[in-house]
Every structure is written in structure tokens, then in C-alpha cells.
């Protein structure tokens, strides 16, 4: 089975500020990884994913998450942040196989404020 | 194409009553996930359906909740006896293979008063 860290519950940041916000997971198989985001009052939005390849991902809004599988990590990143993009952030994780144990972080509310 | 809808959108009942969620997933996709939200909360995984094979129940929070998925496609989640705590979003979601990734829909908000 699977299991995911987000450490930090809230995040406070400036606009136009970096950020960076942290997944770690646990799994004694390969995965999948995912990172969800909700604005207020709505439901999750696929931020990027990461299934093979380069582990550098790139996903909407400027958004990018790099995956590290030594440190079981995949923390994910964003140069400078809008006001926009205050929102709920969730690491997901899955196993290889369709369906297998899709497993979704606490989540980490990112406040950019002006 | 069209992205996966539930309804209603906001759902107010009285404490004691029976209600009723309904998710009309992605057509074609096989999964079909149930989640509820507390208000600034994590997602609480609470049923799972794949294709023709027997739900995963395991995450439903008491025998008030039940839920049902007909001809593979639209799911409905009842909670009979409504309980104040049952307040939360309920949110669907499916997939489809080869990968896991979840499509959301705009959830339930449900208010037990």
C-alpha cells in the first residue's frame, strides 16, 4: 500500500514570491504521482503528473514538480506566485497497475497575499 | 468533452432525514470514486467502483451510507438519518486505464440542519 506526506498544512507566501511545496511518499512499489489542485468552492483539477520519463514535469499555471526517487519526494514548485493561485494543493500517489490504491496527501493551502 | 457532473449542487436537509447524491462520471471511463470534504479539509476516501466488480466499500463511515452504481455509468450515494456531521462536499470522481489520474466533478455541498 501507499501512503503520502504533505508536511505542511498551510503555506503563506507573497505574490510574485517562489514557492515550494512539499510531498513525500511511501510505497513498496513503483508509482504514480500526481498533484491536484482546488480553488475555493471547487472541485480538483489535475496540476500535473508524473508517469515515467524525465522526472522534471511541467504542468499548468506555471506550476513544476520534480520527482525524486531516492528521497521518495516530489515536491512541487512555482518561480513566482498571483494571487490566483491561492488554493488547496494535494500529492497523490497510485501503484502502476489501473486502479491499484490511489492514495491522496492532507493537502497544503497556499495563501498568496499582496 | 463533457467532465464529470453531480447534483445536486448544494443540498440542505434536516437533521433525521435521507438524502440522496447523484455523479455522472466521465462517459466511457471504468472507475468511479466517492470522497467526502470537511469544510478546509483533506479528501476522506469513502467507495470505490471498478467496472463490474465488487465495490470497495471500506471507507464508507457507518451503515447509513450506501451507495450504488448502475449499468457501469451514473453513480447515486444515499445517507439515510442525516447527522449533522454528515455536513461536508461530497466529491465524485472517475478514470479510465491504463492510468489511475482522477477526474473530479464540482461536488455536493450537503447541510444537515
Known amino acids: 500500500a501507499q501512503s503520502v506526506t504533505q508536511l505542511d498544512s498551510q503555506v503563506p507566501v507573497f505574490e510574485e514570491a517562489p514557492v515550494e511545496l512539499r510531498c513525500n511518499y511511501s510505497?513498496?512499489?513503483?508509482?504514480?504521482l500526481f498533484w491536484y489542485v482546488q480553488y475555493p468552492n471547487q472541485g480538483l483539477q489535475l496540476l500535473l503528473k508524473?508517469?515515467?520519463?524525465?522526472?522534471l514535469v511541467k504542468g499548468i499555471n506555471g506550476f513544476e514538480a520534480e520527482f525524486n526517487k531516492s528521497q521518495t519526494s516530489f515536491h512541487l514548485r512555482k518561480p513566482s506566485v498571483h494571487i490566483s493561485d491561492t488554493a488547496g494543493y494535494f500529492c497523490?500517489?497510485?501503484?502502476?497497475?489501473?486502479?491499484?490504491?490511489?492514495?491522496f496527501g492532507p493537502g497544503t493551502r497556499l495563501s498568496v497575499l499582496p | 468533452g463533457a467532465g464529470v457532473s453531480q447534483s445536486p449542487s448544494n443540498k440542505v436537509t434536516e437533521k433525521g432525514k435521507d438524502v440522496e447524491l447523484r455523479c455522472d462520471p466521465i462517459?466511457?471511463?471504468?472507475?468511479l470514486y466517492w470522497y467526502r470534504q470537511s469544510l478546509g479539509q483533506g479528501l476522506e476516501f469513502l467507495i470505490y467502483?471498478?467496472?463490474?466488480?465488487?465495490?470497495?466499500k471500506s471507507g464508507l463511515p457507518s451503515d447509513r451510507f450506501s451507495a450504488e452504481r448502475t449499468g457501469g455509468s451514473v453513480s447515486t450515494l444515499t445517507i439515510q438519518r442525516t447527522q449533522q456531521e454528515d455536513s461536508a462536499v461530497y466529491l465524485c470522481?472517475?478514470?479510465?486505464?491504463?492510468?489511475?489520474?482522477?477526474?473530479f466533478g464540482p461536488g455536493t455541498r450537503l447541510t444537515v440542519t
Open positions: 497523490a500517489v497510485s501503484g502502476l497497475n489501473y486502479g491499484q490504491n490511489f492514495v
Open positions: 508524473y508517469l515515467s520519463g524525465s522526472t
Open positions: 462517459s466511457g471511463h471504468t472507475a
Open positions: 510505497s513498496s512499489v513503483s508509482v504514480y
Open positions: 467502483f471498478q467496472g463490474n466488480s465488487a465495490p470497495d
Open positions: 470522481a472517475s478514470s479510465s486505464p491504463p492510468y489511475s489520474e482522477q477526474y
